[in-house]
């Protein structure tokens, strides 16, 4: 049997048998693409969930700011931002009042040709854009408490503007359930010191944190309060298919257009087992998602909800990048065993830069085998950290089988953790 898995940009081939007990190559149900999908954008602009075409929220205004997501997100920005800008400056905004804020949250800024890529030329060199530095302090302003009286502080060109727009993609979350949403303020725009709250461990090891789940979930509840509390007048959020196509447009009131995004959503992407399996290939969902060690948190985080303990999660993984930065290598450093790092993150004013995907990473390992395909990062490396570094899976495959037998329940995730993999 022949599959092709996600990737980096260019996909991987993958031979696997079919045994007695293969649950199957699972994908998403997917949703149907829009055939003219400007078409899609413009009419959500202009007949929006639960609140006044955009048009109209922007006469009156002064100035406007847009965020957007960062490049390691497949939102397709290029297409959203002419259409959301055409509107504003119809609504009276002039183009030199409207500020393109980029939600890189923890991560590197996107600049140079990355940024062209990222909105387009034309847009890159005629608009005001801003990447996000959650580090750099004075950017920041208090704009209430979250949790239990941690500063929630959100970057002040997004709090000074008259209009506020929110852009970006749902999709299953690890931690806040789905993205979307309040997901654009925090992380995507808040300063770290509000983030080590957010991805903090005790936060990170809540039962409610989790793919899929929204309620009783605090990190969902979290976001929300701090979008109440920065202000949030217009979101745009798009669904997609496993291709990056878009699948539907939720544009409109801040929460309701969210939820009817998940709602449907969840339609689509949630697939339930009867029994866990003994192991499971799966993938990081290919470029942008590889790109690096930290990304790939989600893939393994994906599946070991279905995966029983004592299994192997194998994951295909690009990482050109590698570890992402210096600092998340670091993380790993304090990894002599996944239980001792585990031990040491639960310690008292403990914390480390990045260190929540490590967590959710080494949570997964005290009841699974990680197995990692990557050419971003050398196999002494991910031995020392761990993981057993795999170089052909089918090999692998068949390595498993013979640890489990020919009749082990195993399964194969192209799409990575665009699915949600839980067990009845």
């Known amino acids: 049997m022949h599959i092709r898995l996600k990737y980096g940009e260019k996909g991987l081939d993958l031979d696997y048998p079919a045994t007695a007990n293969f649950v199957g190559v699972l994908f998403?149900?997917?949703?149907?693409?829009?055939?003219?999908?400007e078409d899609a954008v413009q009419q959500s602009l202009l007949r929006p969930i639960e609140s006044k075409p955009l048009k109209e929220l922007g006469r009156d205004k002064s100035d406007a700011v847009i965020?957007?997501?960062?490049?390691?997100?497949?939102?397709?920005?290029?297409l959203l931002l002419p259409i959301i800008i055409q509107h504003l400056e119809e609504a009276g905004i002039p183009s030199?009042?409207?500020?393109?804020?980029?939600?890189?949250?923890?991560?590197?800024?996107?600049?140079?040709?990355?940024l062209e890529r990222l909105v387009g030329k034309e847009i890159a060199s005629s608009y005001r854009i801003i990447n996000h530095f959650s580090k750099n302090q004075d950017d920041m302003a208090l704009v209430g408490h979250i949790g239990d009286g941690v500063p929630a502080l959100v970057n002040k060109n997004y709090l000074e503007a008259d209009l506020k727009i929110l852009t970006g993609f749902i999709e299953p979350h690890m931690w806040a359930g789905f993205s979307g949403g309040r997901k654009s303020i925090l992380p995507g725009i808040s300063s770290i010191k509000t983030l080590e709250f957010m991805h903090g461990p005790e936060m990170v090891a809540h039962p409610q944190t989790r793919y899929g789940v929204l309620k009783g979930n605090p990190f969902?509840?979290?976001?929300?309060?701090?979008?109440?509390?920065?202000?949030?007048?217009?979101?745009?959020?798009?669904?997609?298919?496993t291709s990056k196509n878009i699948t539907g447009v939720f544009a409109g009131h801040p929460v309701k257009a969210h939820l009817e995004g998940v709602e449907f959503l969840s339609r689509h992407c949630?697939?339930?087992?009867?029994?866990?399996l003994d192991f499971v290939v799966t993938t990081n969902a290919g470029a942008p998602l590889d790109c690096n060690l930290y990304q790939t948190a989600k893939g393994i985080s994906g599946v070991a909800g279905a995966t029983r303990e004592?299994?192997?999660?194998?994951?295909?993984?690009?990482?050109?990048?590698?570890?992402?930065?210096?600092?998340?290598?670091?993380?790993?450093?304090?990894?002599t065993t996944p239980q001792v790092f585990i031990e040491k993150l639960m310690k008292k004013d403990f914390f480390l830069p990045d260190q929540?995907?490590?967590?959710?990473?080494?949570?997964?390992?005290?009841?699974?085998?990680?197995?990692?395909h990557t050419q971003g990062i050398d196999a002494d490396t991910l031995r020392r950290f761990h993981f057993r570094p795999v170089k052909n899976i089918s090999e692998a495959i068949t390595e498993l089988l013979d640890r489990f037998g020919q009749d082990a329940r195993w399964a194969i995730v192209p799409d990575g953790p665009l699915l949600i993999l839980k067990v009845d």
């Open 96 to 114: 030199d009042k409207i500020t393109i804020l980029i939600a890189t949250g923890i991560h590197r800024p996107n600049e140079g040709q990355e």
């Open 28 to 37: 998403p149900d997917e949703a149907e693409v829009l055939s003219v999908p």
């Open 270 to 276: 949630v697939r339930t087992l009867d029994e866990p």
């Open 356 to 372: 929540w995907c490590a967590q959710e990473t080494y949570q997964v390992m005290l009841k699974n085998e990680i197995w990692v």
């Open 310 to 335: 004592g299994g192997v999660i194998l994951i295909a993984t690009e990482c050109l990048e590698g570890f992402g930065s210096e600092e998340y290598r670091a993380v790993f450093e304090h990894a």
């Open 67 to 78: 965020v957007i997501s960062d490049i390691t997100r497949p939102v397709p920005n290029a």
């Open 220 to 241: 969902h509840e979290a976001g929300l309060a701090i979008m109440e509390q920065s202000g949030a007048d217009f979101i745009v959020n798009v669904t997609l298919d």
